[in-house]
């Protein structure tokens, strides 16, 4: 397994995307809207415009990303034609859209780089987590970011752990989540 930044290979982008999905929800996995607002909301803005790191198999095949917005303000612009389609995809997707980008305006001053991590299970463990999301937080260091955040389902115990092994702190939480975040200083 090794790690490399995301080349836009239009086959690395589908496998990645199918990560995604892999890694969603059930109702992500199994209704298409919600599998189109799942990769339009978490996935495709980020490999299209966004910073984004694979975690290759020994075939060359994607079995795991880290990708990140760098500065949420930068991002809104490059966002807006995502925006546009899950707003079609009905009231449900435009009121967890406006729930998110609420979420990114309220912590963006202090946090202005937010993150997403997914992992098929098969190839958790071992490492793996850790490569991904060190590369990506070497790159935001390099860039000069800031600090990041991001959110976690509260009943998803082992990713939890993960990011407070990762150093990771509690910024707040909410009726069923985390967000956690961290700051990268001078």
Known sequence: MRVVPFDHDPQHAE???AVC??????????????????????????LEHG???MLLDDDGVARGYSLSCEDYEAWKPKFAPYRAQIEELGQEYRDRLVDELNYYETVYEKYPAHLHID??????????GRMLMLALLDKLREDGVPAVS?????????????YEHMGFKRLTEYTDGIVFCMEFGE
Not at 21 to 45: D, G, I, K
Not at 119 to 128: L, P, Q
Not at 150 to 162: D, K, M
Request: aromatic residues 12%; contains cysteine; proline residues 2%.
């Open 15 to 17: 496998q990645l995307k």
């Open 51 to 53: 910073v984004a790191f």
């Open 119 to 128: 992992i098929e299970e098969a190839y958790t463990g071992g490492g793996n």
């Open 21 to 46: 999905l892999a890694t969603a929800s059930e109702r992500a996995r199994t209704e298409e809207r919600h599998a189109r607002f799942t990769l339009l909301m978490y996935c495709e803005p980020y």
């Open 150 to 162: 991001f959110g976690v389902a509260s009943n998803n115990e082992r990713a939890i752990g993960f």
